[in-house]
Every structure is written in C-alpha cells, then in structure tokens.
C-alpha cells in the first residue's frame, strides 16, 4: 500500500532532512514550512501528518483541532523541541498518537512512522482501493483522482480511461478495445472518440505518460 504522508516543520534544513529519510520509504511526502501552507490542504486527508509544535504563524495545536474537525480518525504525530510533559498530554488529549522530541535522529522518526502506519492501517492494507501513479493517486471506491491533496475533476469516461491504462502499464490498446471497454460494445459511433478522451485526459492531467501507437493506439509506460 502506498502511503500519503504531510510533514509540516519550519526548519527548512530539517524539513527536507526528514522528507527524504521517509519518501526513501517509498512513501509520499509533501512537506510545509508553515500551518497557513498545510491549511489549504487538510481535506482530503493522508495518511498520516507529522506536525511541529512550534511553528512561525499558527501552532500545530491550532492545525490539530483543524485536521481532527474535518478527519477525526486521521493519526497525527507531534514533534517539538519543547520535551515537556504537559505538551505530550496536551497532544494526546487533542488526539496525536505520537510525540517525538528534538533533536531526535531521522531514522527514528521513520521507525515511529512505519509502526504508526502498520497498527492504523495494517488490517486495511489488502483491501486498499487507492491506486498509486505519481504525482497522482486514484481512489478506486470514490472514483477521485488527487494530486498534492487536491482532487482533480474527471469525467466518468476519463476516469475509466485512466483506470484502464493505469492498471496494465505497458500493455498497448487498440483504439477499438478501449472503445469496446469504455463505451461497450454496443455503441456505434467513430474509435476517434478515443482521441479525444485521450486529448481530454492529457490536458487535465499533463504529467501521465501515455504514448500514441501510431495506427493503432495507446498504452501507458512503466516508470
């Protein structure tokens, strides 16, 4: 399963320190030097965010009570070069599952994070409809297609294309087997609607890698 991860730290330094430690994971991170930057994108949640306490406009208490109010059961981990005690119980009574206090070492925080993520979503992980395709991912249950946290608006017919090439990367389609998928069997109009799927889809979503077969079709490569 691969997991979404936002990382919220003003320590420039560190911020890209410990982004790196977790996408080595094969995790997806974005990262953000202040709460107004994490703000724009608390809805829709990731999987897990791992805030600073201590940050340069609002806290990450004031971005816990935001994150919780619109995702109650998302696990947030808390890191803090405070290493008091009232700042951890503060931080589990608004609901962090973690605390961890500076200066710690990255590796340590990758250890927190994967055992975090195995206990929250380890009984969920075979039956994930979330279907990685960076910078993209496509939650198959709601047929939504996100990018940096943001959904993407896709027609029915250009969600399924993109389904269909994104699961058989590197399969080449005849313009006449993703008519036959998409529209059925039953519709009778021109294959060249497909183009202009494919058009439609390339311009919303500019970073897919969807190759033309001259005369014949399309398929999406491997990265």
């Given at each position: ?162 389904v269909t090439l994104a699961q058989n990367q590197g399969q080449a389609f005849s313009r006449e087997q993703l008519l036959n998928h998409i529209w059925g069997e039953d ?37």
């Open positions: 399963m691969s997991f979404t991860i936002y990382l919220v730290e003003d320590e420039e330094n560190l911020n890209h320190v410990l982004a790196s430690y977790l996408k080595k994971e094969g995790w997806t991170v974005k990262f953000f030097s202040t709460g107004e930057d994490a703000q724009k994108f608390i809805s829709p949640p990731p999987h897990l965010w791992i805030l600073d306490i201590m940050l340069p406009d609002i806290d990450g208490y004031q971005l816990i009570r935001e994150i919780k109010a619109a995702s109650p059961n998302v696990p947030v981990i808390f890191i803090s070069a405070r290493d008091a005690d009232i700042d951890r119980i503060l931080g589990l009574e608004m609901g962090s599952d973690d605390y961890l206090a500076k200066p710690f070492l990255p590796r340590e925080l990758v250890i927190r994070v994967q055992k975090l993520l195995g206990r929250i979503y380890g009984s969920q992980a075979q039956q994930s409809n979330l279907l990685p395709l960076a910078p993209y991912t496509i939650d198959l249950n709601v047929r939504l297609v996100y990018k940096n946290g943001k959904s993407l608006d896709l027609t029915s017919k250009e969600f399924d294309l993109l519709y009778y109009g021109t294959d060249r609607v497909v183009d202009d799927l494919v058009r439609r889809l390339r311009k919303k979503l500019p970073d897919l890698r969807v190759e033309t077969i001259y005369g014949y079709g399309y398929r999406m490569t491997k990265l």
